[in-house]
């Protein structure tokens, strides 16, 4: 099962990079286990296509097992810690999403898929340094009530009851963003109200294939 979730792990991680939202060693991944306070997260600075699954760390509680995990682990941790219905969380620097981060501006409510985030907008968190627990702060006050955030000067954080829906949820950011900025490079886009994202939002929790 570890083994499986292991290799999941890494693909995800590699679709992350094939699906064009991110590159490189940027980003990272990681998935919670069964036992409690226990994710697999991917090593730090090691290209995916590197990866096997005994390169995956597991971590109990801030205590790496097996190799250096991501400089990230901080957020992963506290994510976990603090929201029990994320199973996985991705992070990327994806080109637009972050453009956008870089200007610490927030997605607002130009579209009504901003909702697959959880909320009437994607919250923008504060920049700190990567890999710190300031950085991690910030992430999880902008993830409040939030399935999503992007950080400033530095990329997204997604999150998911799965590594698909997580990975989903990244792309879907990304495509958000690159919407969001095409319309405001020809214009200003009239936002939804309040109103009308709290009944997206409410259709949202019923909407099943
Ligand atoms: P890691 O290689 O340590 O996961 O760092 C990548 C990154 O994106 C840091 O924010």
Redesign the pocket.
């Known amino acids: 099962m570890s083994e499986a979730l292991r290799q999941a792990v890494i693909d995800t991680a590699l679709a992350m990079n094939a699906s064009g939202i991110n590159q490189g ?4 991944v990681s998935v919670r286990l069964a036992v409690p306070d226990a994710f697999l997260i ?1 090593p ?3 290209p995916y296509s590197q990866l096997t699954p005994t390169a995956i760390v597991e971590m109990h509680g801030v205590t790496p097992q097996g190799g250096r995990p ?3 682990w901080r957020f992963h941790y506290d994510i976990y810690q603090a929201r029990p219905d994320v199973a996985a969380i991705v ?1 990327t ?1 994806s080109r637009q999403a972050t453009a956008l981060a870089c200007l610490r501006q927030s997605i607002p409510a130009f579209h009504y898929m901003v909702a697959c985030a959880g909320g009437r907008d994607i919250r923008c968190c504060d920049y700190h340094t ?2 710190t627990q300031a950085l991690s702060d910030a992430v999880l006050r902008a993830l409040h009530e939030r399935r999503a955030c992007l950080m400033a000067n ?2 997204v954080v997604a999150t998911g009851a799965s590594l698909a829906a997580a990975l989903a949820l990244a792309i879907e950011v990304e495509n958000l963003a690159a919407m969001y900025l095409a319309a405001c490079a020809i214009g200003t886009p009239v936002l939804l109200g309040d109103d009308e994202m709290d009944c997206v939002l409410d259709k949202f929790r019923h909407y099943r294939a």
């Open positions: 060693t940027s980003g990272n991917t730090t600075a090691t991501s400089s990230e992070h620097h990567f890999g530095h990329g």
